[in-house]
């Protein structure tokens, strides 16, 4: 007489029926925790079932394994195979087919995920505003005709801006002569050199002289400074894209 569905042999009947494959005690026990058996209970239910005829098993040493009867189950005949053939297919073609309408929802719902909702619309709309009114308070106070730098203080800030970028430039030629000259045969590998110094170049803190110099008024500053150099059909060139091939000089004194 089979063992009950529901008891310990016939949970146990069931799994090893199901698995179709060599198992041992640990492999039933540890896949059966969810009926809170213990080993021991499993290791019984197999040695009735073995006994029994039930199932099969084989002893390897210390260790018995397990496995279901083959003659239990229904071996199909080739029309059988045939239509599971088929019938595979069929379900294969149903999978790919629920796959691809599961992927175009989840497409559309990441595009209804991406669209701001009408609260994030309406947040958006008063920030916009808030902006659009500040932009033409102040263009209105530029039409308004308010001067808000006056020309001798421009031509003073103009003169003290490229006086430090004419300071800037030179240092920084100065600099890489010496370290040129330092480094030029040290085995030392210059990276590594240069933080053990503590040494910080223009781009380590994210500025640029060829950007800063591209803020003066280069008319300005032909005019104040009178750079000399060889080529002067290419002052725009020279004073704020340095060539490496030539070294210009430039009279940084201030005109008197």
């Not at 430090?164 to 010496?178: D, H, S, T, V, Y």
């Not at 300005?220 to 004073?239: A, K, W």
Request: net charge negative; with cysteine.
């Amino acid at each position: 007489m089979p063992p009950k569905s529901d008891s310990v042999e016939g949970i146990v009947l069931g799994f090893v029926k199901e698995q179709n494959r060599p198992l041992n005690t640990q492999n039933v026990a540890d896949a059966l925790q969810k009926y809170n058996l213990k080993k021991t209970a499993v290791q019984k239910a197999l040695d009735t079932l073995a006994d029994n005829g039930q199932i099969s098993f084989k002893e390897y040493g210390k260790q018995k394994i397990y496995l279901a009867r083959q003659d239990h189950f229904k071996i199909p005949n080739n029309q059988e195979l045939d239509q599971m053939k088929k019938d595979n297919s069929k379900l294969q073609d149903e999978l790919g087919a629920q796959k691809k309408a599961i992927s175009e929802v989840e497409a559309e719902i990441r595009v209804l995920h991406s669209n701001m909702t009408l609260e994030e619309i309406q947040d958006k709309e008063a920030k916009l505003i808030g902006e659009v009114e500040e932009m033409e308070e102040k263009l209105s106070t530029l039409r308004s005709g308010v001067v808000l730098v006056k020309a001798e203080d421009k031509k003073v800030i103009e003169e003290t801006y490229a006086e430090k970028i004419n300071q800037w430039r030179k240092r920084k030629r100065i600099f890489k002569e010496l370290w040129d000259a330092i480094t030029e045969n040290s085995p030392k590998d210059l990276k590594e050199f240069k933080e053990e110094l503590g040494l910080e170049y223009d781009e380590d803190v994210g500025v640029s002289l060829q950007s800063c110099s591209e803020l003066i008024n280069p008319e300005f500053y032909f005019r104040t400074y009178r750079p000399s150099v060889e080529q002067h059909d290419e002052p725009h060139r020279l004073l704020f894209g340095r060539n490496d091939k030539h070294e210009h000089k430039f009279n940084t004194t201030p005109p008197s």
